[in-house]
Structure formats: structure tokens, C-alpha cells
């Protein structure tokens, strides 16, 4: 299973970056897919998660400014980040837990990361 993430870039504070990221591969199910992120000297942290029901969790800071999405057909999420700050500056790494098969067990999967800069 690959995670291709795209999408990160420098953009001023209260601007907008979309984040892409497709899985491909031996995929029988994807129980949900998800955004962490990670700053210089600080922890990797969940930044918003969306369940195959479409459930979402979202970490306080970012609620209200980014929307998680997903299209289940193109097993793509999406990440749309408005009003950025420059505390939003981090690596942002594509996150999900899959089933390869009906009877296997899910793994967990990691795309690599994409620099998100928001400039002050």
C-alpha cells in the first residue's frame, strides 16, 4: 500500500493550501484516513481524521479552518486549510489504516511528508 500526498507549499497567514493524498495497492478496505502532522522540535499530532462512515475528528486548533474529505471511489482524501497561521507550519504526513484482505487484520500506512510554511 502507497500514500502519495501533494499539495504543500509557502503561503502567507490567512491564506489557503489544499492537500492531496491518493492510496493505491493492495487495498480491501480502508477503515479511515487522516492527516497528522509534525514542527520542527514538537511531536507528530493528529490534525484531522475522516472514518469510512465520515466521521471526522479534527484537532481543536484547526476547527473551523480546515475541512477533511474523502472520496472513497478514488480512495483520495483531501485536506483544505483556510485561514492559516504560522503555527500551522509543519511537515503534514498522509496517515491510513488498511485491510489488504476480507480476513486480514488493518495495518497502519504512512505517505511521505509535504511542508506546509505559512509565512507571518
Known amino acids: 500500500v502507497q500514500l502519495q500526498a501533494s499539495g504543500g507549499g509557502l503561503v502567507q497567514a490567512g491564506g489557503s493550501l489544499r492537500l492531496s493524498c491518493a492510496a493505491s495497492?493492495?487495498?480491501?478496505?480502508?477503515?479511515?484516513m487522516g492527516w497528522y502532522r509534525q514542527a520542527p522540535g514538537k511531536e507528530r499530532e493528529l490534525v484531522a481524521r475522516?472514518?469510512?462512515?465520515?466521521?471526522?475528528n479534527y484537532l481543536d486548533s484547526v476547527k473551523g479552518r480546515f475541512t477533511i474529505s474523502r472520496d472513497n471511489a478514488k480512495n483520495q482524501i483531501y485536506l483544505q486549510m483556510n485561514s492559516l497561521k504560522p503555527e500551522d507550519t509543519a511537515v503534514y504526513y498522509c496517515?491510513?489504516?488498511?485491510?489488504?484482505?476480507?480476513?486480514?487484520?488493518?495495518?497502519?500506512?504512512w505517505g511521505q511528508g509535504t511542508l506546509v510554511t505559512v509565512s507571518s
Open positions: 496517515n491510513a489504516q488498511v485491510a489488504t484482505t476480507g480476513w486480514s487484520p488493518t495495518n497502519n500506512y
Open positions: 475522516i472514518f469510512s462512515s465520515s466521521v471526522t
Open positions: 495497492g493492495s487495498i480491501f478496505s480502508i477503515n479511515h
